[in-house]
């Protein structure tokens, strides 16, 4: 079975902080995706990897960077977290190529006080 | 304009029911078509992928209109366990796998 591990369930941070939420797949999979999901949102991409050290950006990247040094690690960093990025982080992963399934990580409920 | 909309719901029905959700989506170019389910405090795992040919898995039928761009999905003989999320998934034609999600519809099925 694929797993996608995330390192954290739930993480409090304080305003200004810098936070890393780190996000580990053991399928050797090229894609790796940091979404943040809100109520009356759905989920929005951050960032997106698809090879190591390779990075784009998603819908909503402002206030985030990642990190991809080695193909089964995807860390998202906030660097000064703020109370608006208060919220539900998943991780995924897939294979590079057409109509595969991203599998998720169990979330990080990151609260920014 | 959303890239990918949904009918939030929530749509609550008897046990035994027929239910059916819709998605629209923006992209002519989309290429690969999902739905995925999502529990209360889980992860969003695939329920399954949407052919140009439709496809059924038991009690599920998923089908794709490329002309009116649009994709379904139909429950027959809705479950108490199927009270979940149901995110629509839209994906372009790249490897990149650059997915777009619907913001889900809301199913409770109810006794």
């Known amino acids: 079975d694929v797993k996608v591990t995330q390192s954290s369930r739930y993480l409090v941070k304080r305003t200004g902080e810098k936070v890393f939420l780190e996000c580990v797949q053991d399928m050797d999979h090229e894609n790796m995706f940091w979404y943040r999901q809100d109520p009356g949102l759905g989920l929005r991409l951050i960032y997106f990897s698809y090879d190591v050290k390779m990075k784009e950006k998603g819908d909503i990247p402002e206030g985030y960077s990642v990190s991809r040094e080695k193909k089964e690690r995807f860390s998202l960093i906030l660097e000064s977290a703020s109370t608006n990025q208060t919220s539900m982080y998943l991780c995924a992963s897939s294979l590079a190529a057409l109509n595969t399934e991203a599998f998720f990580g169990q979330g990080t409920r990151l609260t920014v006080v | 304009r959303k890239e990918v909309e949904q009918d939030p719901g929530p749509f609550n029905v008897p046990e035994g029911a027929t239910v059916a959700f819709n998605c629209t989506y923006s992209?002519?170019?989309?290429?690969?078509f999902f739905w995925y389910r999502q529990d209360c405090r889980k992860e969003p795992k695939l329920l399954m992928s949407v052919y140009s040919s439709g496809n059924e898995d038991g009690r599920f039928t998923a089908q794709l209109n490329r002309a009116s761009q649009y994709i379904s999905l139909l429950i027959r003989d809705s479950k108490l366990s199927d009270s979940a999320t149901y995110l629509c998934?839209?994906?372009?034609?790249?490897?990149?796998?650059?997915?777009?999600f619907g913001d889900g519809t809301t199913l409770t099925v109810k006794p």
């Open positions: 998934v839209v994906s372009p034609n790249t490897n990149a796998g650059k997915s777009t």
């Open positions: 992209n002519s170019a989309s290429q690969s």
